[in-house]
């Protein structure tokens, strides 16, 4: 039998959709328009895509972008200066610093110092905090996207055998912790963890976060599991100088044992912007009433 197909890139369209009709009923309620900011230092371009995605689709759910491209040679103190002057702009609802910044500037210096109110990619240790005490938030997009589809998958997640592999702060830590909310019973494991596959076997729900193509083979997978693929991985294609995305789960061989998996791509992927969409929204809402 063949894994249903968690369809992310149909579910972020709904989820879009959705926070554009908010926003539009939170303009004509308050007369005011969310915004966000989006910084880029330097010229990666993986990372101007990604801005770029942003930007566009900020627009389209009717909300104000504001788009800030720095030199890669911007000192910290410029980059500070800029995220002070967004904390107390109040057009500016989220502000978010694209990672990776270049090597001379210190990230969590950056992070600290956005208002963990703005902080829409939910990395400030405020928001973090928050997570983990089970108070309210702003929580990672990307694992915020992951639960999203879990819980339209399986319905209540309590209960459930919930393994992640992967403990990164922007994405496995934050994923156990919402895992963790949802009443499952959550193993984090990484690189030291001993016989990896006999513990993802165990699980109801496998979250792979780890940045390893095709690394999770079908015979990891309990029959019938739910197999959430966070990994974007480029690896050569068949025709020579092409590349493809492949995630971290070795999507065919998977499919054939587990209940329910994402593709790479339009499986987790689709859902990051449409919830950074929410989170801008969401922190406009709370500064607004
Ligand atoms: P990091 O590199 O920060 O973390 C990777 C984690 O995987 C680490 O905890 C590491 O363990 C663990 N790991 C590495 N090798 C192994 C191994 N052989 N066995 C078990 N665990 C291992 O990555 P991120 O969390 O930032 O990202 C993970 C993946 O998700 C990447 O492919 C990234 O591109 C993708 N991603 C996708 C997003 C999306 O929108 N879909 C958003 C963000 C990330 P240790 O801590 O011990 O080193």
New binding site residues.
């Given amino acids: 039998m063949s894994a249903r197909v968690i369809d992310g890139k149909s579910f972020a369209a709904g989820l879009r959709a959705r926070v554009a009709t908010e926003v539009a009923a939170f303009k004509a309620a308050t007369g005011v328009t969310p915004g966000l900011a989006v910084v880029l230092v330097g010229e990666d371009p993986a990372s101007q895509v990604y801005v770029r995605n942003k930007g566009r689709e900020t627009l389209a759910a009717g909300m104000a972008s504001f788009e800030h491209r720095m030199a890669a040679t911007t000192s910290q103190e410029q980059l500070l200066a800029l995220i002070a002057s967004l904390n107390t702009d109040d057009t500016v609802h989220g502000i978010l610093v694209q990672l990776p910044l270049p090597k001379h500037i210190d990230e969590a210096a950056v992070l600290a110092a956005i208002d963990p109110a703005k902080d829409v990619d939910g990395f400030h240790v405020v928001n973090a905090g928050l997570l983990a005490t089970g108070g309210q938030g702003l929580v990672p997009c ?1 694992p915020l996207g992951c639960l999203m589809l879990l819980e339209d998958t399986l319905g209540d997640l309590s209960g459930l055998e919930a393994v992640v ?4 702060n ?3 830590k934050p994923m156990a912790q919402l895992l963790l909310g949802k009443s499952c019973t959550v193993t984090i ?5 001993r016989d ?1 596959p006999s513990v993802v076997r165990r699980a109801d729900i496998v979250v792979a ?4 193509p095709e ?1 999770v083979k079908a015979d990891w997978i309990k029959p019938g599991a739910t197999v959430i693929d ?4 480029r690896v050569p294609a068949d025709e020579p100088g092409k590349t493809r995305l492949v995630g ?1 789960v070795a999507y065919g061989e998977v499919s054939r044992v587990a209940g329910a998996v994402t593709p790479v791509p339009g499986g ?2 689709p859902m ?1 912007i449409a919830c950074l969409l929410l989170n801008t929204l969401t922190a406009a809402q709370a500064r607004h009433g």
């Fill in positions: 990307t592999i992967g403990r990164s922007i994405v496995g494991a990484h690189s030291r963890t990896l976060a780890v940045g390893r690394m966070v990994g974007i991985n971290d987790v992927g990051t």
